[in-house]
């Protein structure tokens, strides 16, 4: 069990951990009822939580994309979800620039997919000290993210996740490869499965992206099953009315039955 961050393990509790939240941070209200929700159900479950939500979205397809409520207010509003409910907070950043102002509100640090192999970008996250959350690119075996994980550990920060998001299947598709969990894991840093965007269909004439949302039990079931050691899944109370993203995001009223399943699976394996 991961034991990075302060305060994300139950006492004896053997579960997976889950990075749950909305795609991009919308506003407060919405924020704080997402968190509320997610932790009754993890409380009850004994699944360590880390709140997931970006300040701000920089890889939209199209100019037109909503790419957040401003770089301040959205991060104030995650430092108030963590301190409101105690638990940690992801965002992710996307210049090296960033690294240092979002560590001053959140927990853990992601690193977007495409953005995996940026070296300068890897640096400035691991020099902020916090938990730095690496995403695997969809362009990328699992064997070559050791090269991040070294430019982070060579940087003077041993506390790295690697999340595996899919990888590029054709133009408009993703599939993932499960053997990428214990090939990831063979790198000595837990492993996480992103059960939603590993289900996006990109690329999309529209502009935005879509995704195939009823596969991300199927999805979450066999990472467990294989051993995953974390789950990431963007939910939101209403996906279809969402500003990023909606297309393969959780309705949140269906996540308690699906961590309840994935509880199930986790003691079977154990």
């Avoid at 970006?54 to 108030?80: C, M, P, Q, V, W």
């Avoid at 979002?102 to 495409?114: H, K, R, S, T």
């Avoid at 920060?157 to 133009?171: A, H």
């Avoid at 996006?200 to 995953?228: D, F, R, W």
Wanted: glycine fraction near 8%.
């Amino acid at each position: 069990m991961i034991d990075l961050i302060p305060g994300i393990q139950h006492a004896g509790s053997p579960n997976f951990f889950l990075m749950a939240g909305p795609c991009l941070i919308e506003g407060e209200d919405m924020a704080l009822e997402i968190a509320e929700r997610i932790v009754k159900i993890t409380d009850r479950l004994q699944i360590p939580f880390i709140f997931k939500g970006s300040y701000r979205k920089a890889n939209r397809s199209s100019l037109s994309s909503f790419t957040g409520i401003g770089d301040e207010k959205a991060l104030k509003i995650l430092s108030r979800v963590g301190q409101s409910f105690g638990i940690p907070v992801v965002t992710d950043i996307h210049e090296s620039s960033e690294a240092a102002i979002a560590a001053e509100y959140v927990d853990v640090l992601q690193i977007p997919a495409f953005l995996c192999r940026q070296t300068d970008l890897l640096i400035a996250a691991a020099r902020t000290g916090k938990v730095v959350n690496i995403k695997k690119g969809q362009f990328l075996s699992p064997m070559s993210m050791k090269f991040a994980v070294e430019k982070v550990q060579e940087s003077g920060n041993d506390k790295i996740l690697l999340t595996d998001r899919g990888t590029m299947f054709g133009y408009q598709d993703m599939i993932v490869d499960y053997r990428s969990i214990p090939q990831m894991q063979s790198l000595g840093v837990p492993v996480v499965m992103d059960c939603t965007h590993s289900l996006q269909q990109p690329n999309q004439s529209t502009g935005v992206t879509g995704g195939i949302p009823s596969l991300i039990e199927p999805i979450a079931k066999a990472a467990i099953a294989v051993g995953a050691d974390g789950l990431f899944i963007e939910t939101h109370m209403e996906p279809a009315i969402a500003k990023s993203d909606g297309a393969n995001m959780l309705p949140l009223q269906a996540l308690e039955a699906l961590l309840t399943k994935l509880v199930r699976i986790r003691e079977a394996i154990l």
